[in-house]
């Protein structure tokens, strides 16, 4: 019996009933502010009965529930339409309007034209659409403090050398100097790195006049960028000297003043990371003592040019409400983070909020129901504010919309009535943590009646960006809290607990004692060997907070705006010694739901996937960052392109990546160019060609997994200018540009081979978006395109006498082979050559680095040597993900090797967690199509490889849940699949190596067609148990 006919036997038996479910808007179930006239719809069809196809569907939107229960959907009926798609339908219906509650519902018919019942009605309320809507100004806090850092006089030549020194007091270790970048509070260019210097050497002695001194760093050679308020920290080696010296000898010059230098702080580090330059006496070549520049500033502790601001101020109003509430809606924004709170309480459960934007292009703003929070009489709404990647003063714009039972409404706005104090965080850094002064809290500051004696009128502020958006991404929350495992005490007085997991987050803190008491929370990865925390890698941060004790009975801490890497806190202050009750983990990140679970019989592999989604998910903080502790966590492209695919079925990733775009989308210039991280802070742009990909190849990959078209209309055009930039640059299809190659690899690969590799890969991406897109005649011209690039890329780096390419390391093998573009007369020789450097030269294990291993691993494995790659992945020596493991690894780290120190080691890097993907697709077997994109179709190809004795993985798609688990038996194998409603799917049932056999699905006998290794089943929606038993 076929299994087409096997399976429509069942459907006969016992039809069931098709069900329309979870209705999504924007990817959102009933979101609150969408701010977009024309939001997707998605929804998911369930069926027990097999073989169930969507055929047509019927959406309808009214502005009421009553209207579209009674059938009348007074702002759009779609009708029937005939389609399968399921997934961001773009309404169609009468022009939307601001603050618009709107109520949708779904019907489809299936494979036989029948139609179901309507879905439960699903809701979603508009933002504020225009800029008219908007009554609230922009208003911040000032005060007298001021301070920009030194600044030499002005120069006639660039080429004029300015020094700035420090006097240590005496002879002192150090390791590492960082230069922090001025940005005067005067200065209005938005550019980076005012007077900062072109070329400069760092100099030490023991002499104040140098007579006799010695280079520690050398940035003389070559023209040096900058790093937004980033500092360049720069490696000195271990070095001891009293005085440490910058020496400019090319000066930065911008437009209209004269050349320049300029920095903000200056820090020496001692071997333990410790500022050793605090305070320290300066002196100079010259030095301009006016407007908020002195020497002085220099080691003042000031690591940004403080323009009049409060550090962390709050802000208040009160108002009065004289009617009965019906609703009331808050749409808010704050730079950097803000806390809203009304009557006493906070707003929302969402924390380091707006997200991360580009601030000159775009700000967020939320939308929240505050109508439980609101009274009749007097109220009061309140702000407090963190600095997070904002280095300005504090900013607050805030619209409060008062629906009364009677009709009318009243709006309580951001303007010039509000007034100012500020806040007990007197200290509040991303990078470095927070100083909270409990003796210093307004108890009942955002209640109305609170005593406001000594508060001041706030100031009315500038709009900080043209556009004012409102949030698309689910918000940064606490999303679990954790216990710590043990507490030791190192030394006397200095506990240190360990929450037997790496993550980020912060502490809460219950401690009692007396008023003023400072406790101490130091954040780290790892520990030294007396059991202290280590805190060399995190660089110039200090990730310390700071909780100094009101002294009124037990008190709670925990931080409102900062984060930190860690799995060890090391706390200091304590008045008594603290039992493990007495501080918590905080879990925070972007809410990123659960997509998919991987679990399989050997537990190395287990232990990898529990430390990837560690990684993946506590490396989500509005954007996909590179690392949660150190002085960086931004948005690297070339980390959050490889790691994509494994994120993609893992979690939930549409709203978060369709976020991500839209900041690469805002910060591409108009030749093309993508920079290395977005926002754009590190790195270059144009950037690294492998980095820069991440444009076209997110949206690629997004859309693999959503079929959203949508999606790759509103970047096909951004994509198409990245593309063309290469082209223009390239030389004969060359590209010889890349700054990082394949990044912490073990062997070296020619970085114009990677480049141009690149070049060739988001050019066929090009051409599949365009046939995706109906574009016919730029998917012609493109296919044309990457045929020529090709075609260099092999004439310039295949070598016909060896048979390899490059260098003949193993991405060098692998990239060719990967794009598909070895001819076919030498691709066996390339892949023989490729398999013996991996057995021969590296023991079965890898030399790639972040970029090589996803593509090498993918090649093993779809040139019949999967098992190979399952050996390299279940390795426990260096290099591999199992030697991590034997250190005690609870994320995945940035290296291959064990590295402790100073340099660039963070033990929570989520660009090798990319073998997550490999888990599902290749040992689960569960592979999307990007033919057949939204999992409209897709493969269960489970690979039975080494020690193996069942693996199983389940993925909630789009269309609904597809899962596959299959085991060895003593003559076979079993295989359980599940193909959601409106899906299809090609089974490949492994043979695991009989070659007489049966197989059975729910029992009754079916014939497959034998392909390989596997037996191929072409099947429709359903849950379907195979069994292939040996004949004896």
């Not at 030499?152 to 030549?157: G, K, L, T």
């Not at 101020?313 to 803000?338: H, N």
């Not at 193993?810 to 794009?819: G, I, K, M, R, V």
């Not at 690979?943 to 193996?948: K, N, R």
């Amino acid at each position: 019996m076929s299994l087409e006919e096997h399976y429509l036997s069942l459907n006969s038996a016992s039809a069931g009933e098709v069900l329309v479910e979870g209705l999504l808007t924007e990817y959102k179930q009933d979101p609150l502010g969408l701010g977009t006239r024309k939001p997707g719809f998605s929804w998911k069809t369930n069926s027990k009965r097999r073989g169930v196809r969507q055929t047509a569907y019927q959406i309808q939107v009214a502005s009421s529930l009553g209207l579209l229960n009674a059938g009348k959907p007074d702002l759009w009926d779609s009708g029937k339409i005939e389609s399968s798609n399921s997934v961001q339908i773009i309404y169609g219906g009468k022009e939307l309007q601001s603050r618009m509650m709107c109520f949708w519902r779904v019907r489809v018919w299936d494979e036989n034209d029948v139609s179901t019942n309507y879905s439960p009605a699903a809701a979603f309320e508009m933002a504020l659409l225009v800029e008219t809507d908007w009554q609230a100004r922009w208003i911040t806090a000032l005060d007298q403090c001021r301070g920009n850092g030194y600044h030499s006089e002005f120069a006639d030549s660039p080429d004029t050398t300015k020094w700035v020194q420090v006097d240590l007091g005496e002879p002192r270790r150090f390791t590492s100097v960082a230069l922090y970048h001025a940005r005067p509070f005067d200065w209005r260019d938005d550019s980076f790195g005012y007077g900062f210097p072109v070329r400069y050497r760092i100099e030490a002695s023991d002499d104040a006049e140098f007579a006799d001194s010695w280079i520690v760093a050398d940035r003389t050679d070559g023209d040096q960028g900058v790093l937004d308020m980033i500092p360049w920290t720069l490696e000195t080696g271990d070095q001891t000297a009293r005085y440490v010296r910058v020496v400019a000898t090319k000066l930065r010059q911008h437009d209209g003043l004269k050349p320049l230098f300029a920095l903000a702080e200056i820090e020496v580090l001692d071997p333990m990371c410790r500022n050793i330059a605090a305070g320290a006496p300066v002196t100079a070549s010259d030095s301009l003592e006016e407007n908020g520049w002195s020497k002085d500033n220099l080691t003042d502790g000031g690591r940004v040019s403080r323009e009049p601001c409060s550090a962390s101020p709050m802000m208040r109003r009160e108002f009065d409400l004289d009617k009965p509430i019906k609703q009331a809606r808050a749409y808010v924004t704050g730079l950097g983070y803000y806390e809203l709170r009304i009557n006493g309480a906070k707003v929302g459960d969402d924390v380091l909020t707006p997200s991360y934007t580009t601030f000159s292009k775009r700000v967020c703003y939320s939308t929240y129901d505050v109508t439980s929070m609101l009274a009749v009489g007097r109220n009061c709404v309140g702000a407090m504010f963190g600095q997070a990647w904002w280095r300005k003063p504090a900013r607050l714009l805030l619209q409060l919309e008062v629906q009364f039972t009677d009709g009318s409404r009243t709006t309580v706005v951001t303007d010039e009535h509000w007034i100012w104090a500020p806040s007990p965080i007197i200290e509040n850094s991303l990078y470095n943590g927070e100083v909270y002064d409990a003796r210093i809290e307004q108890r009942g500051w955002d209640i109305a009646g609170a005593d406001d004696t000594g508060w001041q009128p706030v100031s009315l502020a500038d709009s900080p960006a043209p556009l004012l958006s409102a949030e698309t991404i689910r918000p940064i929350r606490v999303v679990e809290t954790l216990a710590p495992k043990t507490v030791a005490e190192p030394k006397p007085g200095v506990y240190v607990f360990d929450f037997g997991q790496n993550f980020s987050g912060w502490c809460r803190l219950k401690v009692s004692g007396p008023a003023g008491t400072n406790v101490t929370l130091r954040h780290a990865e790892t520990l030294f060997e007396d059991g202290t925390v280590n805190q060399q890698n995190l660089r110039s941060g200090k990730a310390t907070d700071v909780y100094i004790l009101s002294g009124e009975g037990e008190e709670t801490y925990e931080p409102r705006f900062t984060y930190h890497g860690f799995r060890y806190v090391q706390v200091e202050g304590l008045p008594g010694a603290p039992g493990l009750d007495s501080i918590r983990g905080r879990v925070v990140h972007t809410v990123l739901p659960d997509a998919g679970t991987f679990e399989c019989s050997n537990e190395l592999l287990n232990t990898v996937q529990r430390c990837c989604r560690w990684t993946q998910r506590t490396n989500f903080h509005s954007v996909p960052t590179d690392c949660p502790q150190r002085d960086e966590r931004q948005g690297w492209m070339g980390d959050a392109q490889i790691a994509s695919r494994a994120l993609l079925y893992n979690f939930d990733m549409s709203s978060a990546y369709t976020k991500f775009l839209t900041d690469i989308q805002d910060y591409q210039r108009e030749d093309g160019a993508v920079p290395d991280t977005v926002p754009f802070v590190w790195g270059s742009n144009p950037g690294d060609p492998i980095w820069a990909a991440a444009y076209p190849l997110l949206t690629w990959y997004t859309y693999w997994h959503t079929g959203d078209t949508g999606l790759l209309t509103q970047h096909y055009d951004g994509i198409k200018r990245y593309v063309e930039m290469l082209r223009r640059e390239a030389e004969d299809f060359i590209v010889t540009r890349n700054n990082y190659g394949d990044w912490i690899a073990v062997a070296t690969t020619p970085l114009d081979l990677i480049s141009t590799g690149s070049y060739c890969l988001v050019t066929r991406v090009l051409a599949d978006m365009a046939r995706a897109l109906g574009k016919s005649d730029d998917a012609a011209e493109y296919d044309a395109l990457f045929e020529q690039i090709a075609a260099a890329f092999n004439a310039r780096f295949f070598n016909p006498e060896t048979g390899a390419y490059g260098d003949g390391s193993q991405f060098s093998n692998a990239f060719p082979l990967y794009l598909d573009i070895v001819p076919a007369q030498h691709k066996q020789a390339v892949f023989d050559a490729l398999v013996r450097d991996v057995v021969e030269n590296h023991k079965g294990h890898l030399s790639t680095g972040i970029v090589g291993t996803p593509i090498l691993i993918d090649v093993l494995t779809r040139n019949g040597r999967a098992d190979l790659a399952y050996t390299i992945a279940t390795q426990e020596t260096y290099p591999g993900w199992g030697y991590m493991l034997s250190h005690d690894a609870t994320t995945i780290w940035e290296l291959w090797r064990l590295e402790t120190g100073p340099g660039m080691n963070s033990h929570n890097h989520p660009a090798l967690t990319w073998i997550s993907e490999w888990y599902y697709k290749v040992l689960a077997g569960v592979q999307v199509d990007p033919r057949h994109a939204g999992w409209e179709r897709f493969e269960v190809r489970p690979h039975v490889l080494g020690d193996l004795q069942w693996a199983r993985a389940e993925v909630e798609t789009v269309r609904g849940k597809v899962s596959s688990c299959w085991k060895l038996t003593e003559r076979g194998v079993d295989l359980d699949a599940t193909v959601p409603a409106n899906s299809s799917a090609t089974i490949f049932l492994p043979t695991a190596g009989r070659e007489d056999f049966t197989i059975t699905e729910s029992g009754a006998a079916v014939d497959g067609a034998r392909e390989g290794d596997w037996v191929r089943f072409e099947i429709g929606s359903g849950s379907y148990s195979f069994s292939l038993t040996a004949r004896e």
